[in-house]
């Protein structure tokens, strides 16, 4: 099954629920990959020999993984951290995520402007581009196990809105607008 992504309501109620509009307005992944995100479903269970996550780190240059276990039991001050995670920000180079267990929201920014919310579930792995507006946060599972991965060494440095002038979010805006999605593939 394809991951699930909507658009989102605009309550302010806990963020670990789904917060779908009434009626549903479900996300399709032509939509996504317009705004450059990208996506693959994996075999989370064979993630230390699969054939096809080996594929996409040596085409896309994915050197260095580590993973996080992402709930309150296994870290500290996790309602602090996962209110720093759900401040909308962006980075200066992708954000690659592979779900190996649990799930989690990642929300993005559609051209309008508008949160799509996307769930990642075991197996799901995404790819947001350099300068898209977005966040995470558990869902009410409280639990993901997330590989990450980088280019070189790992960076993770959150610039939280508003970005308009950082170089990042200029690059990400141009390819929207010059042609009407972003130059990536996905599998």
């Known amino acids: 099954m394809a991951i699930q992504a909507w658009y989102m309501d605009e309550t302010n109620e806990d963020p670990r629920l789904p917060h779908h509009r009434t009626p549903k307005e479900y996300v399709s992944l032509d939509t996504l990959s317009d ?28 050197n260095y993984f580590d993973l996080l276990d992402l709930c309150p039991e296994k870290v500290e001050n ?32 559609d051209k309008a402007d508008r949160w799509i919310r996307i769930l ?11 300068g898209i507006y977005h966040r995470f946060t558990l869902d009410t599972t409280n639990y993901v196990k997330l590989m990450r991965l980088f280019k070189g060494e790992p960076v993770w440095t959150p610039y939280n809105r508003p970005q308009e002038d950082h ?8 390819h929207l607008a010059g042609s009407g999605g972003m130059p990536v593939a996905a599998h």
Not at 54 to 59: H, V
Not at 123 to 130: E, N, Q, R, S, Y
């Open 120 to 130: 990642v579930k075991e197996g799901d792995l995404i790819i947001l581009p350099a």
């Open 35 to 62: 705004i450059g995100v990208l996506y693959w479903k994996l075999d989370a269970k064979n993630y230390e020999n699969d054939p096809e996550l080996n594929k996409i780190r040596e085409e896309r240059g994915y």
């Open 167 to 174: 170089p990042a979010r200029k690059e990400y805006i141009k």
């Open 78 to 109: 996790c309602e602090q951290k996962l209110k720093k995670l759900y401040t909308e920000h962006i980075h200066a180079d992708e954000e690659i995520r592979y779900c190996l267990e649990g799930s989690g929201y990642f929300d993005v920014r």
